[in-house]
């Protein structure tokens, strides 16, 4: 019944594309709706019953040959992913009732539910092939969506955007298809060529010697990291989202950006742990510049949209941070900070989007000072603002604050004390990482307060010629309109009770999932440190054991695991 | 593996110098606006051929392998008609003497031994498709103006960077010989084969019936006998080396075997039929058919290709009127600032 | 919960504690080895759970004022809510107190907030419930935080009244919002519900100093606050994140048992961990962030944009005391260091800047900049308090200080809001003349008496307690407590003609005024209109409370009522020091009444001869007779570098500009260019790189021409030959 | 005289050929080769270029029977008869076209025909 809630979307895509224009939005919403209450009521299932972490798992032989299989199944992380998915459907077609020209409302709901069947497959796929499917085919409806629906330079920031993560992906894959290679070829008890994530997961590491870990890693990292965006890879995002719909944006924000952190988290983890842990704070580092230079960039950006996108670049230095932090903290902070980040930032973008719907700019030269003139648009800015500079009591404050802990916990042995460190955690990260993190948040107030301020606060700037054509668009209120308020109240009341009772609904969901993630990831580096110790002993041995046997110096012991 | 100077069929050395005069002639011979040298490049590269066929000679001479006088009349009959071909201004003229090279190369078959190719080549080759070639040269060649009879089309006066174009053909030339020779060297060497049996022994037909007739005349066969022959297989029980031959009186019986149903019969040597000797057209047929059908059928397809396409190519054409065409083919060819087109 | 019994080592101090005051006796205790280890293992009670509602109350009240402003609500009925719903927060937390027994802990827990756990080891999991820890300390705090808020909030329905409508719901919102925020800060039963409430008060005095947000001046003033608070913060996130992974706990009755018990979670003893004086000094910064000490006071001055009611209540009483809480909160943490790294830190960091203040408060002449830069200065004396292990005298000082400077920021305002806006020393003068003035003037009174510490007033004890205290440690104890002592009263002169300056120059006089820039009227025929009778009532109760203040040192224990509290809570210190200080030779406690006194008057006669108005209100000796011509005038040019750099608040402003934020700009701006450039500009390269390459070797390798590409086979075939040749054969 | 026929009728391979003469039959069919090839490209009438690949052609053939001859089978004649079959094809065509080329440019010159560029 996984599928129904990929194939339901598709069924609604086509619906959408046969029926005429006018209808186009209303299917779409009935689509997205029927959409989240079915997976509600999936996932709701989900919860209570008991049983393994990965239920819901169908299985489609596709290609037996190559052992090649399209099997659904989902855990507590992916369920949580494909409920914030679900909400951010209908969300989007509400926020982009207006805002699409009626003579192409087909082509864009339509491609919007492709969209959305996409990202459900993503996240349910329980083996390589669905996920790398699914995880391709999410490019092109958004290519198509930026393409025909962007504003000025569209075309170039689409292109960019697929030409960009396709190249990654496909560098991806090539890690991936080694794995799986890898595990076919010679892991014991697996018969032949398997796509199939858990069986890869059981035997990746232990399979993989540590130089091999160090390609997949590397090559897995170009694919989600781009993604992510993580630092050096990041620049396709602030055009792409300039460019982008207001759909367009939350959807991309929302989603697009968890698919490269859940790759990371299904896939880099498991799979290469050894070399996960060796290159962690190389890529923390990564993380954290990406929080502060994107940060730094933010205050200094005149495009509000730009803004937010360098922002969430920003944020997004802290979800990758967690995850590098190999503890349950930083894991359930990365999970959670998914979630959270899907949630503010997305309302942001919405926000921004009905602005742009009235004003047509996004250049805060030229506009600004609402509070006066849209008091119901500020209070929500000031609201999601808030929740995005991670204030406590909103939901951004719970995962920035895990994220922070997980890297400030997760520490090496590094002073004569540290015995006395009984809250550390095993990791590969440090206090260090933690502070800086932490210096992160300073920066994140101090360019989300300058957008507020100069969006909402001081008098009232409005573009010069924003007075005559306001009779051509369908003419919208002033404020926000019942319809768009409600797209952003279930947003606000998700980020009210993420952040008061964050342990009730989230923590607790993804408690054993984490706990287990964490534990897998601590026995495989144990297992290789040990296994890598017995060879350097046995190494030490031979060459105690025939010092006379002069001129083959021993040869150098791989400290991996020898396959 | 460079092996020894000495086995070399020709003294590398001698064969580049040979080769650097060959192309010095040749670049001499080229047609050429003016006065040119034509005749005494030609007399240079004929020199440096018969340099590089001396060369091989004396080292043949030494081994007693000199092929037969024709080959030095042929082979330098087609070179030279090869290189007059290629630097002779006159298309016609450069077509005769293709003739020739042909007809000379068909002599250099017959000296191997290979009649049917050699008819073959003049019949279809020099007869059929270079008298095509003549009668299209004839059809494309401008009727030379009155004043000027033996004007010639400035495409054909000049060859076209023959320098650059010579060095390299004789750099192949050079390079061809001696991988050519060194290959050559470590060829498996041919013992004699009794090359009739190999044929006979695929045509058990052939032979069959001529020697069931003798022996059936000299009586020494029984008329109810028959050759002993084995259709599952195809084998016939003649056994050329002590020249007896197996008859049995059964039915497509087995071999030897057959206990009271075969016998050995002696051939005297004179009804051993002495000129079955396979031809070289039987020969040549045996291989085409029974080693290369697919072959056959394949290049039967090329030669329907080919007659389509000619067809088609030569359909006539819609008639634009003549002024038109030229226009267009003028704006084609000259890539002019497009001049107000009519 | 974990009944843990009163153990015989609370006891023995508390003997000790109120043995007679006789120096022999004291010195003995004293003698006692090093301040014992704090550690208030009071008996736990588990408390009703009504005790939710004194957050919650002003939560609803947020809510209700919310949907009022849906329906665009003119009326003042968000005041009268917010009023109402924190006075009975007030009387809640009254009751409570009532109730309490003492010396007990009452805790309640509404539901877990962040419960992550990821193994059975005490450090595996991290607890912190939505949940409360009522002890002396928190309640002594709820009281005047409730209590104050609600009078305020009266006053404020008045002062804000030209602004009904949106405006005032988005004031009252905020303002319930903070006192929420404020309560679960100190109620909070662990570090993580205290950051709650942390960054709650940084929000609500971001969206209260930023109200006017017509004003650039007030919006940059907010955004300030929220920023250099967060600078603050980021110490208190560290110095928790540390705790957590010494202690394997937040929570506060858990952290002290294993203080009390004198080992980190895993058994090392704490005094030869370095996180003893590192966690305590990562709090410290988060406490001096929020209660604008040392570095970062910056932002309280500028606050003075908000609305008077927000500067009184926030940026006067509640909210920067909350440093002080935090403090006293830690104090077993504190006085767990051997070496009081932490607390000597304390001790100097607040009594530079109370000094530091006093003396930019001299040489303003904006009353409420003025009200700004005591308040800072009084923190730096609470922080001294805390340092030099007088906790008594700090709370107590925290206790009176939020009265007395609550009177002085309402009289204030009330001048601002009669004067439309005018601020001024120069253009206001005589005020206790104009009709309706006379109960401001008279509570502008009391509250610069006890701000100065004229005897027996509030202000004159809280104050002594901490100076004396300062000279009763040792300096082996607190590195240079004496000096500090010294400091601490010279500060207390100035503090004293700085308040006396204001009131002998504005209050008292020859009447003269001009009104204020937002005036709406034409400026001839202005004339100031007194305050009604909201803003009297409160004024009146604030005077009363102050007074009454003073009466709290005489009931209750030998500290006075504080010391009752401050007994019964976590921040109780042992003064069992070695050296018993002397001053003069004698105790100082009992001759630090006469010196304050000494000091205090001399600042006021020096304000008196310096602006005093001629007459009996100048005391005598005073000469000014217009508003803008005082005596000092002439000092100051006198004094030229000096006085313009105080007036100029040391440039400190410009400074900071100057090291932090153009440099921070200058990054920014590089960034984003090295960003488009450089970063976009790879990618653009590689991206475009096929395009040229296919265009170059387009035109020149495809020429149409047979001849070429037969040259080019040929030559192909040579070269390979060649190489064949030479390579192969 | 008759033995010369004699000679010439060595019609079923009795001795098999020496390795040295077979390289002269090998020189004389690169000679050719080489020829064919210069003529292709020096020659800017499109007829003679086909006629050069004719020889070259030739040239082919020659090597081919030459080896037949020393290998002693029929191999190598077969072969010959294909690549008559080809050379005729593609005179056939070749020719065809030159008409066609022709009838368009009235002229041969191969470097007329140069759009095909860039």
Redesign the interface.
Known sequence: MLVLLILLPLVFGAVVLLRPNAEARRWALLGTTLCLVIGAFLLGRFFTSEGGPMKGVGSFEWFPALGLSLSVGVDSVAVLLIALTLLLGPICVGASWTAIPESRARLFFGWLLVLQAAMVGVFAARDLVMFYTCFEFTLLPMFVLINEFGSTNRHKAATKFFLYTFTGSIIALAGLVYTAWAVGTRAVGVDGFTMDIATLTEHASRVLSLREQGFVLAAMLCGFAVKVPLFPLHTWLPLAHTEAPTAGSVILAGVLLKLGTYGIYRFVLPFVPVAVYEHAPAIAVLAIIGIIYAGLICWVQTDVKKLVAYSSVSHLGFCVLGLFALNSPGLTGGVLYMINHGLSTGALFLLIGFMYERYHTRDMRQIGGLGAKMPVWSTFMVFFVMASVGLPGLNGFISEFLCTMGAFVSHTPWTAGEAAQVGATWGPLGPWFGFAAGTGVIVAAIYLLTMTAKMVWGTLREPPDHADHDDDGPHLPVDLTAREIMTLAPIAALCVVFGLFPTQTLIDAVRTDINDQVAFVHQRVEEAATSAGEHLAAAEQTRTEAPGSAGNPAETVEPGVTP | MNTAIAEL??NPLLLYVACVL?AIG?ILA?PRKGVSPMVFGGLLAAAA?GL??LG??S??ER??????IF?YIF?LL??GA??R??THPK?VY??LY?IL??IA?SG???L??????AF??II??AG???I??LF??M????PPSEDDMDAL????AS????I???F???T??AV??TM??RG??S?P?????D??DA?LSKLPGKVEDNLSASLHAAELMTPEEHIARQVDVGRVWIDSARRRVLVSRGENTAGPDQGELVRWVDVPAEMWPADM????VE??G???LA??PM?IEI?GV??L???L??TV??RK?VDLEEEA?ARQ?RH??LDVVAEDVG | MRMTTITEAIISAALAQHGSSGAGEAVAAHAAGVAEHAGAALTSVDGPMWLGLIPLLPLLGVVIIAILACFNDKSKLPAWISVGLIGVSFILTLVTYLGWDGHSVIHTRLWEWIGLSWGDHPGQTLSSGFAFYFDGLSLLWMLFVTGLAALIGLYASEYMEHDLGLGYCRFFAAFCLFVFSMSCLVMGDNLLMLFLGWEGVGLCSYLLIGYFYKKKTAVDAGMKAFIVNRVGDLGLLMGMLLTFTTFGTVEYDALFTQIHAGTTASGVPLADTWQVWAIPLLLMGGAFGKSAQMFFYVWLPDAMEGPTPVSALIHAATMVTAGVYLVARMMPLYTADPNHVALTAVTWGGTITAFWAATIAMAQYDIKRIMGYSTISQLGYMFAGLGVLATTGGVFHVFTHAFFKATLFLACGAVMHGFAGQLDMRKLSGLWKIPGFQITVIAMLIGCLNLSGFPFTGGYFSKDMIIAEAFVTPDSVIWGSSWAGWLLLLTAGLTAYYTFRVFFRVFVGPVVYEPGEDLHGDAEHFHPHGPKWAINLVLTLLAVGCIASAGLYFVGGEHGWTGGMVHASSAVVETGHGKHGLLFGKNPHEIMFYISAVFGFGGILLAAWFHGPVGLAGLLIGNRTKADVVRMDPIARAIRPISTWAEHKWYVDEFYHLVLVTPLKVFAYLFSWFDKLVVDGLVNLFGGMPKVGSDVI??TT??????DY??RM?AGVAVVLVVVVLVVF | MTDAVL??????????????????????S????????????????L??????T??MF?AA??AL??F???????????F???I??????????A??????L?????????????????
């Open positions: 069929p020709i060959g040749v080229m051929g590089i066929v091989l000679t080292h043949a081994h007693a392998q000199t092929p037969s080959f082979g087609a070179l090869g290189l071909m290629i298309p450069a077509a293709f090279t042909i190369s250099l078959y017959l191997l031994s290979a009649e049917f190719m073959a080549l279809i080759y059929a498709i270079l095509t070639y299209v040269i059809l494309a060649t401008l089309a400035t495409y054909d060859a076209r960077e023959p650059v174009a010579t390299a053909g004789f192949l030339l061809l010989t050519l020779f050559t060297l060829l060497v041919r013992h004699g084969m090359s009739s044929i000797v396979g031809t070289n020969g040549v045996l291989n085409l080693d290369h072959t290049a090329i030669l290709m080919a007659m396409g000619a190519l030569a054409q065409k083919a084609l060819a | 387009g035109e495809q020429t149409g021409v047979l001849h037969a040259q040929i | 000679m010439l009728a060595q019609a079923d391979f009795p001795t098999p050929m020496g390795v040295l003469t077979l390289n002269h039959y090998l020189f004389v690169t000679a050719m080769f080489a020829l064919g090839l210069i003529g292709f490209m020096t020659r800017r009438n007829i003679i270029m086909f006629l050069c004719e020889l030739q053939g020659l029977i030459a037949g001859r020393y290998h002693l089978n029929f191999d190598g004649q077969t010959v008869i294909f008559l079959t080809i050379a005729a094809a593609e005179a056939a065509m020719l065809a076209l030159v008409v066609l022709f009838r368009r440019r009235e002229s041969l010159d191969a470097d007329l025909w140069a759009e095909l560029k860039g």
